[in-house]
């Protein structure tokens, strides 16, 4: 069974661009969730997604988003991008939403803001 | 207040040895406990789940949880270089679902020849 899917790998981009990064979850996944990491923090929530509505949300501001679509496929978007929005972001499945899944991560995208 | 803490590390260990992680939450409702393994460069790798207080071994690994003391360790027993990573603690509380997870800033383990 493939793994969780996350492109592209690596992404630069200058200040005030928009980004949109892809997640596939693994087969029969139904839920996704996004984190972002940095050294300074670790990693953060930012959304989870199921059946392709919104359950949960971290404490990032607007720029921030995200959808999921009817094959559990999500993408999130950061818009209008700041030097602070560099980071790796990464992607996770479970095959349900609940206390005790067990989140299963992808290599996650690398995103660098110039 | 960190709501989940970890010492940064290094913890330096050797070969065949015990390594002794530790964390701990400042939410006194949280319900589940997660360590995961972060290879350099790598994913967040899950090893360890546990909901009760007490201990649960898989393998070389050992996860114990005391809810009332909010804390939670991971134990390693013959400790391999293999296991040099950092170890993430991942805390989700009440109203929140496992995929909401509060994560500590890691523990960096090395085991030395």
């Known amino acids: 069974k493939a793994g969780v899917t996350q492109t592209p790998r690596y992404l630069i981009k200058t200040r005030g661009q928009q980004v949109t990064l892809s997640c596939s979850p693994i087969?029969?996944?139904?839920?996704v969730s996004w984190y972002q990491q940095t050294p300074g923090q670790g990693l953060q929530f930012l959304f989870e997604y199921f059946s392709e509505t919104q359950r949960n949300k971290g404490n990032f501001p607007g720029r921030f988003s995200g959808r999921q679509f009817s094959n559990s496929r999500s993408e999130m978007n950061v818009s209008t991008l700041e030097l602070g929005d560099s980071a790796l972001y990464l992607c996770?499945?479970?095959?349900?939403?609940?206390?005790?899944?067990?989140?299963?991560f992808g290599s996650g995208t690398q995103l660098s803001v110039l | 207040q960190k709501e989940v803490e970890q010492n940064s590390g290094p913890l330096s260990v050797p070969e065949g040895a015990i390594a002794s992680l530790n964390c701990t939450y400042s939410?006194?409702?949280?319900?589940?406990f997660f360590w995961y393994r972060q290879y350099s460069g790598k994913s967040p790798e899950l090893i360890m789940s546990?909901?009760?207080?007490g201990d649960k071994e898989d393998g070389r690994f050992t996860a114990q949880l005391n809810k009332a003391s909010q804390y939670v360790s991971l134990l390693i027993r013959d400790s391999q270089p293999s296991d040099s990573a950092t170890y993430l603690c991942a805390v989700n509380g009440p109203g929140g679902t496992a995929s909401k997870l509060t994560f500590g800033t890691g523990t960096r383990l090395q085991v030395t020849l």
């Open positions: 996770a499945s479970s095959p349900r939403t609940g206390n005790n899944e067990k989140l299963f």
């Open positions: 546990i909901y009760s207080n």
């Open positions: 087969s029969g996944h139904r839920s």
């Open positions: 939410d006194r409702g949280s319900q589940s």
